[in-house]
């Protein structure tokens, strides 16, 4: 191996060992570069999310303060996207789901669309890397507790307004049967 060979590969190592790997991102968001593509409409003002083991929550989606967010979270569920994807992430103050690699790591990138709902209990998001301008695509959560400190963070698309007990209840590994749209 020649020393630029060398010197080349090195600087290479050095710059993903500091910056992380895509493949290994953390926070559950790895994600290309937002492509451009045309916004879905949104079309619904209820989602009803009906778990494999069963129990079901429902929520209002909120196309007023989210509209792409709500248009590509309604199309998703219409097509069946989410149907058998699981809830990878359960803490004590959240619930995530939505990844259609089931680990984290998976969904696009899209635009972020921030706005002033705040993060009560029962919120629902929209998943997002390091960096704020970007979105993930596919995954989403809801927390379990008042959350004030994702407020402008996160897209805020939804809020619980029945099941919380069935969204408290949730598993790492329990899977969405279907997603149903009103």
């Known amino acids: 191996m020649n020393r630029r060979t060398l010197l080349r590969t090195t600087a290479a190592t050095v710059v993903v060992t500091a910056c992380g790997s895509p493949a290994a991102t953390p926070g559950g968001t790895a994600t290309k570069s937002p492509s451009p593509s045309s916004t879905p409409q949104?079309?619904?003002?209820?989602?009803?999310?009906?778990?494999?083991?069963?129990?079901?929550?429902?929520?209002?989606?909120?196309?007023?303060?989210?509209?792409?967010?709500?248009?590509?979270?309604?199309?998703?569920?219409?097509?069946?996207?989410?149907?058998?994807?699981?809830?990878?992430?359960?803490?004590?103050?959240?619930?995530?789901?939505?990844?259609?690699?089931?680990?984290?790591?998976?969904?696009?990138?899209?635009?972020?669309?921030?706005?002033?709902?705040?993060?009560a209990l029962g919120s629902v998001g929209i998943a997002r890397g390091p960096d704020p301008a970007i979105n993930n695509g596919s995954q989403w959560f809801v927390v379990k507790k008042d959350s004030a400190f994702l407020d402008k963070q996160y897209t805020n698309f939804g809020i619980v307004t029945s099941g919380m007990d069935v969204v408290n209840a949730i598993k790492i590994g329990d899977k969405i049967k279907t997603i149903k749209i009103e």
């Open 42 to 119: 949104p079309t619904g003002s209820k989602a009803t999310v009906e778990l494999a083991k069963g129990g079901s929550f429902s929520f209002t989606l909120r196309p007023d303060k989210a509209p792409q967010t709500v248009g590509r979270f309604v199309e998703k569920s219409k097509s069946g996207f989410y149907n058998d994807k699981i809830f990878h992430r359960v803490e004590d103050w959240v619930v995530q789901g939505g990844d259609p690699l089931g680990t984290g790591t998976g969904g696009e990138k899209v635009p972020s669309e921030y706005n002033d709902l705040t993060f």
